[in-house]
């Protein structure tokens, strides 16, 4: 019939790039739609909060009022950054190899939760993480970690991510902007539990071999973190953000090209 989708022929597939003839589409199962569920999920609440909609966001009983808008807008930046590499994950088709690292992802969602004492708030998170959870079994074997210079990058991006979320939990401000203090100890702490959900997701990456598909998405997260710096007038970290961003996008682009003519 007409409307069946045929493959292309020999000689059609022939004119196709080697980057064409390799690219696929995602497969949609049960895992890559999970991951969609929870990526449409962070960007509508990630937009409401950047937008300074305090109804997006858990409300710290302690919190200042005086820095709350700052407060509810880092807390959506934060989820946004968490949508650039979620759409990373299904772009590359590696939810089925992930599972593990958004039920770690969940997890911390879920702690921080209990860092500001709203039970009922870690409902959608443990929700989530049991389903990811349900569908770790059955997934196929990951790839091997290829160490290289993009990896060694990313890799320590992701170390700085966990250091500081660390850092924050254990109730260290020297990562917070000076235009965001003063903070409540349990404002500081949930803002760490942020850098959590990015640590989980960019180690999950690298611990199956994906490492150097992400680095495009780490850019894009990296972006929305400048934009973050400019709303609350931070503007001096922003060249920093930028040289790791066009770190990443330089890498990706030099591996990338490796990879293609191994593949010729």
Not at 14 to 39: D, I
Not at 46 to 70: H, M, Y
Request: aromatic share 10%.
């Amino acid at each position: 019939q007409n409307w069946v989708r045929r493959p292309p022929s020999h000689e059609q597939s022939c004119r196709l790039s080697p980057h064409q003839r390799t690219r696929r589409m995602p497969t949609w199962n049960a895992q890559t739609l999970a991951v969609s569920a929870l990526t449409a999920y962070y960007m509508f609440y990630g937009v409401r909060a950047a937008l300074g909609d305090e109804s997006a966001v858990p409300d710290v009983r302690d919190g200042v009022k005086s820095t709350k808008l700052l407060y509810v807008q880092t807390l959506g930046y934060h989820m946004l950054m968490d949508v650039c590499l979620m759409i990373g994950v299904v772009v590359n088709d590696i939810a089925h190899v992930m599972m593990p690292a958004f039920v770690a992802a969940m997890l911390a969602v879920v702690f921080s939760q209990f860092i500001i004492d709203d039970l009922r708030g870690a409902a959608p998170a443990a929700a989530f993480a049991l389903v990811f959870a349900f569908l770790v079994p059955g997934a196929p074997a990951r790839k091997p970690i290829k160490w290289n210079l993009a990896t060694g990058f990313f890799t320590f991006n992701s170390c700085v991510a966990l250091l500081v979320g660390i850092a924050m939990v254990s109730g260290d401000d020297s990562a917070i902007p000076k235009q965001m203090k003063p903070l409540s100890l349990n404002q500081i702490k949930f803002i760490g539990t942020t850098e959590f959900t990015l640590a989980a997701y960019m180690f999950g990456s690298i611990l199956v071999g994906h490492a150097h598909a992400m680095q495009l998405f780490c850019v894009l997260f990296l972006c929305v973190a400048c934009a973050l710096h400019w709303v609350i007038g931070d503007i001096a970290e922003n060249p920093v953000v930028l040289v790791f961003a066009m770190a990443h996008l330089c890498l990706w682009f030099v591996f990338r090209g490796k990879d293609e003519a191994k593949k010729q």
